[in-house]
């Protein structure tokens, strides 16, 4: 079995989600522009008898003119079912973002639209200056004016004759394959990306913000469109996805109809106004002006989940979790009855799922935490965008955790997209100065006590990375690893691997300096999806008085001092970037290596990764975000090196947020497990042995004194150059 619902992005699950409706919605509602009168009369009889939802439902008509959709070589050209829904995003959507690359990009068509128009603006020019000016006529009327089109100056043609039959100045032979050339050129581009224009997109949601229906209305790159241009024709597709929308919502809730319809184009309004009086439904007066969203109004994170096994959503299908674990989703037996049966066995659901059902038994442990808000942040319907939303949590680090913000093109945290570090808000509630009172929290509770927040700030969604790490080094290693004493150290050098996402959010980490106040630390950010641009660069997070800049470091690495830099009050974090897979990074041991939700089975570089950290023997740990992916992780560092993990331990660090689960209903939550590498132990046929401590410097002896082996290889060198003058 395998699960990556912690893992997943959730712009491509939201992706997959309207690709998914869409597909099914294109294949059920038969040609564009078909006749639905017959074809609908048994669909109407049973929304008739649907119950009614008390919320207002709205019909959006939005017109896109400005941007362009390129589908690439891994994508179905045209629009197609679902525009090549099926191998754009596949049965498994991919788990970043940049996996789409191949496949589609946004284009903007103005910039095409202006080219084109300057290239037609030169052609209009030449034919001006090639156009003979004519003087006016005695009453002042001009005969012709240089403006004049081709067409108009031209007589018309007789019965049969064509424009090149016909010839002239400006509509020779050469001129019109000129022209036609020019024009294939123009389209040329769009042809050759897959171009495609989505001219309109129909929106049905209701007041709440649930989204229950979409359909895209597209243009194929030559232009043609399959309704027209504006609304025309509209009023057919409109209720067609309305009916749709109804029996088959994509939001959460069962199939139901709206008591009261509003919609956002006033001729469609006026066009749907008898066709909506047949489901039983009101359509408002007047089409929708003035009206606004209410303020809770978002987009839900957790919407139709899947079935494990053929993944069809729960809109098209009821799922219903195995009843012996209670948490793998199937549509019915048959899936259940594949999945339990699969080969080979530990792959299988009978397998697994004595195992699924001891973690579902943690979900409660998992959900024990100190916050006022902890039984609404980890129910299984949680909503996050509304959470967020409804704090105004919408600025700086906290669009880290939206899907909705910041928009597409928008800067992330960071310098990522060249954000400066020191414009970016801490978030209500936190402020980075230092408690006079040391103390060393072992759990959430005792750190808002000891920081003076109050039990109603989220701000743990944020500081979860950079507290597990100080549990880490507080706790964990000194119970796992005590020769290393590492409590008693004035400096670390710790990597955090994998780190894209830790570094987005790089700032937060200055609380380790709160928290360790007596000690220099230096992160190296290591991992191949970090930013190109920050490769091999070295940041200094810096305190001037209550504020934490960031500067830009030497291109060397500065040397970890003795204790933390305090002159003029300055306190600096040493950070530096590597933007390259672990088992390519080259310099100087680490004392310790975090990795965040590494996920090893989902990524081939940890492949190579876990030997190299096999090699240097160094204390790794790591968290998941179930204790299913920490078993996984086991199975991966033993086929790697041979090596295991740790048994997994609940995180007292670990994020209040539950994570979305599109097929299971597993408890997962970010960094929810810590667990550490148990590396293979050396062997006696040439493996390298396990690093011990460094013997001390030997003592200089009379015999071999430093200052004079220096005189010597002086005059050596003093002796070659005097042989060459000679």
């Given amino acids: 079995m395998e699960f990556v619902s912690g893992y997943r992005d959730e712009f491509l699950d939201f992706a997959a989600l309207l690709f998914g409706w869409f597909h099914k919605f294109v294949a059920e509602r038969g040609p564009v522009g078909a006749s639905f009168e017959g074809r609908w009369r048994q669909l109407e009889a049973q929304i008739k ?88 006529q005695e009453d002042g009327e001009p005969a012709s004016t240089s403006r004049e089109s081709p067409q108009e100056a031209k007589p018309p043609l007789e019965a049969g004759e064509t424009e090149q039959d016909a010839g002239g ?40 913000g649930t989204i229950l229906g979409i359909d895209l209305l ?41 008591r009261q319809l509003t919609v956002g184009d006033a001729q469609l309004h006026r066009e749907l106004e008898s066709l909506v009086s047949r489901l039983r439904v009101k359509l408002t007066k007047t089409p929708m002006r003035t009206w606004g969203p209410r303020p809770g109004f978002t987009f839900a994170s957790l919407r139709a989940r899947t079935c494990h096994v053929c993944h069809k959503h729960s809109f098209e299908v009821k799922l219903t979790p195995c009843p012996q674990c209670g948490a793998v989703l199937y549509c019915g037996e048959a899936c259940l009855r594949t999945d339990w049966r699969r080969c080979p066995d530990d792959v299988s659901h009978r397998f697994w799922c004595p195992k699924l059902a001891a973690f579902m038994e943690r979900a409660g442990e998992l959900a ?33 955790l939206s899907m909705l913000i910041p928009g597409p093109g928008a800067p992330l945290g960071a310098t990522k997209k060249g954000r400066p570090l020191d414009q970016i808000e801490w978030g209500p509630g936190l402020r980075p100065v230092f408690p006079s009172n040391p103390l060393s929290p072992g759990s959430w509770q005792d750190y808002y006590t000891w920081r ?126 590597s933007a390259r897979p672990y088992h390519l990074l080259q310099g100087p041991k680490p004392d310790l290596v975090i990795g965040f939700n590494s996920g090893f089975g989902l990524k081939d570089t940890w492949l190579s990764s876990l030997p190299r950290l096999q090699s240097l023997r160094v204390p790794a740990f790591f968290t998941e975000s179930s204790e299913y992916s920490c078993v996984m992780d086991n199975q991966t560092m033993a086929v790697a090196t041979g090596g295991g993990t740790s048994p997994p331990q609940p995180n007292p660090f670990r994020s209040p947020f539950r994570l979305r689960a599109a097929d299971n209903c597993m408890p997962w939550y970010c960094n929810a497990f810590i667990f550490h590498l148990v590396y293979k132990p050396p062997q006696g046929n040439g493996a390298r042995p396990a690093p011990c401590p460094a013997p001390p410097a030997p003592t200089p002896t009379p015999a071999a004194p430093p200052a004079p082996a220096r005189r010597r290889r002086g005059e050596k060198k003093a002796g070659r150059g005097a042989r060459r003058r000679r």
Wanted: glycine fraction near 8%; proline fraction near 7%; aromatic fraction near 6%.
């Fill in 49 to 136: 008898r649907l119950p009614q939802d008390p919320a207002l439902w709205v019909l959006h008509v939005l017109p896109n003119h400005s941007v362009g959709i390129s589908l690439g070589q891994g994508a179905e050209p045209g629009p197609g079912s679902g525009l090549g829904a099926a191998r754009l995003l596949g049965d498994e959507p991919p788990l970043h973002l940049r996996d789409l690359s191949p496949y589609v990009s946004f284009v903007s068509l103005e910039d095409g639209e202006e080219g084109e128009q300057e290239e037609e603006d030169e052609e209009e020019n030449a034919k001006e200056r090639r156009t003979e000016k004519v003087e006016p």
């Fill in 169 to 208: 100045e400006d509509g020779g032979p050469e001129d019109k394959v000129e022209n036609h050339m020019a024009h294939e050129k123009r389209n040329g581009r769009r042809r050759e990306a897959g171009l495609l224009h989505l001219s309109c997109l129909l929106l049905v949601t209701d007041e709440y």
């Fill in 218 to 258: 597209t243009d194929r790159a030559q232009g043609s469109t399959d309704l027209g241009s504006g609304t025309e024709n509209l009023a057919p597709r409109a209720y067609t996805l309305l009916c749709h929308s109804m029996t088959c919502p994509m939001g959460s809730g069962d199939p139901r109809k709206p």
């Fill in 368 to 400: 024990t935490l100190p916050f006022t808000y902890t039984t609404e942040v980890t129910s299984e319907t949680f909503n996050k965008e509304a959470f967020l939303t409804s704090r105004s949590l919408t600025r700086g680090y906290w669009t880290q």
């Fill in 452 to 577: 003076g927040l109050g039990l109603d700030s989220p701000m743990a969604v944020l500081l979860t990375y950079p507290l597990t790490v100080y549990y880490v080094i507080t706790h964990l290693v000194p119970q796992s690893f005590p020769e290393l004493n590492i409590q008693n150290k004035q400096s670390l050098k710790i990597h955090v691997v994998e780190a894209g996402k830790e570094f987005d959010l790089v700032m937060v980490f200055w609380e380790l300096l709160v928290l360790l106040p007596h000690v220099a630390l230096e992160l190296q950010f290591v991992g191949d999806d970090l930013p190109l641009e920050n490769d091999q660069q070295h940041f200094t997070l810096q305190r001037d008085g209550p504020e934490v800049s960031v500067r830009p470091s030497s291109g060397v690495s500065a040397r970890l001092s003795s204790g933390t830099k305090e002159k003029g009050g300055h306190r600096d974090l040493q950070i530096k970037v």
